[in-house]
């Protein structure tokens, strides 16, 4: 058996799974903040708001949250504009930069775990602009500032 081989092999396993728990590590912290933040007094109404807004990590496997965080960190980078809508925000991309199969499969595996997103993709402006429109019920903003690193204006 090839030694240098393996040592990659496991160099590589290891340096993947160092990134996907800081990953997964960050977006818990981002939601634990959250729930505390938006926490409302009574006991019912927290159980109500904390699972109204859970995402469910098992829903994918460990090689799609990978592939899934990466790409959300593209998209998060590659944004143009971030509109603020009446039920949520619109992200805006340049085509150049971030493809409609890139927001269709990000879209897929977000809508796995995260079931309780409205998702709308439009390709506007004779294919210059590409959006990303997330929406959902009453809460859903607070929700997406967190953990799309959005800045409230």
Known sequence: MNTTKTKTSLRTRTVGAVIFAVLIFGMGTARMQLSKASAPKSREKTVTTQSKFYCNIKALSYAERIKHMLLTRKLIMARKEIVE???GYEFQFSPSNVSVEDLANWVVAESKCCPFFDFHIDLE????????????????KEFIRSEFKVTAA
């Open 125 to 140: 402006e004779g294919g210059r602009l590409l959006c990303l429109r997330l929406t959902g019920e009453e809460g859903i």
């Open 85 to 87: 809508t009446e039920r």
